[in-house]
């Protein structure tokens, strides 16, 4: 990281324009695909919306290469699962550029991975920033398998599901035989609260207003996206 982006980071400077790392002055860097958090969040609904009707933006993904190199402007940022089902750029119908997107099996917070979004909010200047489960997702039903079981899964499974089980422990014994849905949507709101608590940076950013973090889930037969 360039002694500019460390000073960002450390709350010393703006958010970064992508032409502070100029490879090319004739080139115009990319602009931003949205200036604050509540038409970020509009343009991420709305763009899910159209990969729902499969109604994609035309568009040309080999266009805008060369701004690219110039910088980055990401809109917008996505914790989700590495579920390879669920692509954040396609699930919102985002070219290249437009999503900061960090992907882990149970898309829960690690460190490494909140670091990563400090680094977008704080210097690439992502206006909002989506916990992005999904349906049917293996992690989670290992983790309510675990609770309920015992947990011996091998290697560094285990790991991941000791770490998920704090947001799923409280919907296990709650009647109803929506529980594979319940505990996707309890590990999505347990970790968007971690996030707008999250110390020094985002927790700033999302009492000045200038960031908003939601949860969602992703619908695998359909392709929709429901706020939770």
């Known amino acids: 990281m360039c002694d500019i982006c460390l000073g960002r980071a450390a709350g010393r400077y703006a958010p970064m324009r992508a032409s502070d790392h100029t490879l090319g002055a004739a080139v115009a860097p990319p602009e931003r695909g949205a200036a604050t958090p509540t038409e970020a969040l509009r343009v991420l609904i709305e763009g ?26 990401p809109f917008a940022a996505i914790l989700g699962c590495a579920d390879s089902r669920v692509a954040p750029e396609l699930a919102f119908d985002q070219g290249p550029g437009d999503l900061f997107v960090v992907r882990l099996a149970g898309n829960f917070v690690t460190t490494e991975g909140l670091a990563s979004l400090e680094f977008g909010a704080a210097v690439l200047g992502t206006k909002v920033i989506v916990v992005l489960g999904h349906s049917s997702c293996g992690a989670v039903n290992a983790t309510v398998a675990a609770i309920q079981n015992g947990n011996d899964l091998p290697g ?21 035989d929506d529980l594979a849905d319940r505990a996707v949507i309890a590990n999505v709101r347990h970790n968007v609260e971690r996030l707008r608590q999250a110390t020094p940076i985002l927790s700033e950013l999302v009492a000045k207003g200038d960031l908003i973090v939601v949860g969602a889930v992703y619908d695998l037969p359909t392709g929709t996206i429901n706020l939770v």
Request: proline content about 9%; glycine content about 6%.
């Open 48 to 73: 899910n919306a159209r990969y729902v009707a499969n109604e994609p933006r035309e568009r040309d993904f080999s266009a805008g290469r060369a701004s690219r190199a110039v910088g980055q402007a």
């Open 156 to 176: 560094h499974i285990k790991d991941l599901v000791d770490t998920m089980s704090p947001a799923i422990v409280p919907v296990v014994d709650i009647p109803g």
